[in-house]
């Protein structure tokens, strides 16, 4: 079928994708929770609500990029390691931001289900960290060494 060429179904299913979908999902919880209050003008809760909707996009943006297979097409990007970068950078904004939330909380409920959120997205994205250094380690090809040419004439 002509769909299956263009559109990877596949990766939705996997581990990856299932976690991706999830932190898509929480991250925009955490934001929404966030904007719904009137706290949302304060510098702290700025940050967290630039923080979970840029990771939730750029995840999404991932997303669509993986299902259309863009990395089969653009072979000089090597995508295990974009992905690993992508977790562990949105793992120390997200987690950074989710303690400053939770710290400034005040108690109000939407504020602490929004850094509950903010925690639960930072140890999905711990979990799909690992899931892509172990998917970034057996994409390495293991080639025969590398031999000096430069030395070819016997001298």
């Known amino acids: 079928m ?3 060429t263009f559109i990877r179904l596949d990766y939705l299913r996997s581990k ?3 976690l991706k979908i999830a932190q898509h999902v929480i991250l925009l ?3 929404a929770c966030v904007r719904s209050t009137f706290y949302n003008n304060l510098d702290s809760y700025r940050f967290y609500e630039v923080v979970t909707l840029g990771y939730a996009v750029a995840i999404f943006i991932f997303l669509v990029l993986t299902v259309f297979g863009v990395p089969k097409r653009v072979l ?3 995508w295990a390691v974009t992905e690993f970068m992508l977790d562990t950078l949105g793992f120390i904004f ?3 931001g989710s303690i400053v939330a939770a ?3 005040c108690e109000v409920a939407l504020l602490v289900t929004a850094s509950v959120f903010g ?6 994205l711990v979990c799909s960290v690992m899931l892509s250094f172990v998917a970034s380690r057996h ?3 293991a080639g025969p060494p590398i031999q000096n040419h430069c030395l070819e004439d016997g001298s």
């Open 2 to 4: 002509m769909m299956g």
């Open 139 to 141: 994409t390495q090809t």
């Open 76 to 78: 000089f990007v090597n």
């Open 29 to 31: 919880a955490a934001f």
């Open 94 to 96: 997200v987690s950074t």
């Open 103 to 105: 710290v400034k909380s």
């Open 16 to 18: 990856q994708g299932i």
């Open 119 to 124: 925690f639960l997205a930072s140890y999905l």
